[in-house]
């Protein structure tokens, strides 16, 4: 069972690494509201990162947040630097669990995970570059497990509501479940939307480094899994979205891959093909996107382009990505809807013989997805590992949301935060 405890040796239940970061202060302010959610209604937390000011200023803007002024006082300060294991180090000793939000991962993750894999303190972060999540899964799996600690990777957008969501739909088909598609559809409010340019340039790295992912993936000598059903081929339009649709190119397909080859292996279930892809709204949009992503793809090639892609996101995104950031009233007014459609055979029908005969649709959906959903998921997950123990893998290991979360009750702790999962 994972260890969860408090001690007077490791004080807080939950360290936030990169705390002043775009998305940092975010789950601070998600952490602040759940305290009450921790073990015996009593949350232990701290913040860390490399500026004790900028540290101290985002509790300042917390506690004006939520009308909370005990933060500025009641919440520690652990000063701690990606550049100086030393540091990282002393502050997984005091932590149960680091939530690690210092991005782009490929550059500054690394360091997190082995000070926590070495210092005996679980780790969650919001990663959605598979390259580092796989990478860390090679490295880092085996040394976990002999630790005890869960290294749990894309607690985020990316992956929760793909992972948890093939998961969920598997639970409420009745039947085998062979294969789900999702479509992904944002809603952006009258004063429009924008993501943090964080994530621009964990895109910018993941395309350069595309070969590299390939290389890694060879070193984990995988038989392929097991296919059954329909196989599942690409397409870029749905009747039910009624709008055009691309391939979703997070970390979405690889995680929930991961998440069903673990659950073959540990629990002989029948593997879910799946399909992930993004709604784009109508010609125009394609048009558009046509154009931006000729460009991306040339520039990304090139070292003066990836440098002209940094530093000018709104510019080469046309205005999707930008340096500051959305505004709270823009996230207040934005939303997201993951669709996943579900085939698979009846319970009366054999897997093996004959075309799937039937299908589900089932829905996630939320508030703003980078800086909203994202916290809630993240914390809920913390949560989940500090009050369900028992429910968690029976080793420690480098996993995904689904192998870590599946017998546990964190998609109805989601339901309770706004990221809803149902049956349509």
């Known amino acids: 069972m994972a260890r969860v405890e408090t001690s007077p040796s490791r004080p807080y239940h939950l360290v936030i690494f990169g705390a002043s970061g775009f998305t940092g202060q975010f789950v601070v302010e998600e952490v602040a509201r759940t305290v009450s959610e921790g073990p015996n209604g009593n949350l232990r937390w701290a913040v860390a990162g490399r500026s004790k000011q900028k540290l101290e200023k985002v509790l300042e803007q917390a506690a004006g947040v939520l009308s909370k002024p005990e933060l500025r006082t009641e919440v520690d300060v652990i000063v701690a630097d990606v550049g100086e294991p030393d540091s990282l180090a002393a502050m997984c000793k005091q932590a149960v669990i680091v939530l690690n939000c210092v991005g782009p991962y490929r550059f500054f993750g690394e ?70 598609e999702s479509f992904l559809t944002v809603s952006a409010g009258p004063e429009g939307g924008c993501i ?47 709008q055009y649709a691309v391939p979703f190119m997070g970390s979405d397909p690889s995680v929930v891959k991961r998440t069903q080859r673990f659950l073959v292996e540990e629990h002989q279930a029948t593997p879910v093909q799946y399909g992930a892809y993004a709604g784009v709204g109508g010609v125009g949009s394609i048009i558009k996107m046509i154009f931006a992503g000729m460009m991306f793809w040339f520039l990304v090639k090139f070292s003066f382009g990836r440098n002209l892609l940094i530093k000018y996101p709104e510019f080469f995104s046309f205005g999707f990505f930008s340096k500051a950031g959305p505004t709270r009233k823009q996230m207040e007014g934005s939303s997201f809807q993951f669709s996943l459609y579900g085939e698979g055979y009846t319970d009366e029908q054999d897997p093996t013989q004959g075309k799937p005969n039937a299908k589900i649709r089932t829905l996630v959906q939320g508030p703003e997805a980078g800086y909203v959903a994202t916290p809630i998921a993240m914390v809920q997950a913390a949560l989940t590992i500090l009050n369900e123990p028992a429910a968690l893998p029976k080793k420690g290991g480098v996993y995904t949301p689904g192998a870590a979360f599946s017998k546990t009750t964190l998609i109805d702790r989601l339901n309770k935060h706004g990221i809803q999962f149902s049956v349509i």
């Open 111 to 180: 360091p997190v995970v082995k000070a926590c894999v070495e210092n005996g303190a679980h780790h969650i972060d919001i990663c959605g570059e598979p390259q580092f999540l796989e990478g860390m899964q090679l490295n880092y799996s085996q040394q976990a497990a002999e630790k005890g600690v869960f290294v749990i990777g894309s607690c985020g957008f990316d992956s929760i509501p793909a992972d948890m969501g093939v998961l969920y739909t598997r639970d409420q088909f009745r039947g085998t479940l062979t294969a789900v």
């Open 196 to 242: 943090h340019d964080g994530t621009w340039q964990s895109a910018i790295y993941g395309f350069a480094d595309g070969h590299k992912l390939q290389s890694l993936r060879r070193k984990f000598n995988h038989k392929p899994l097991p296919s059954v059903g329909s196989k599942l081929r690409r397409r870029y339009n749905h009747n039910e979205i009624q």
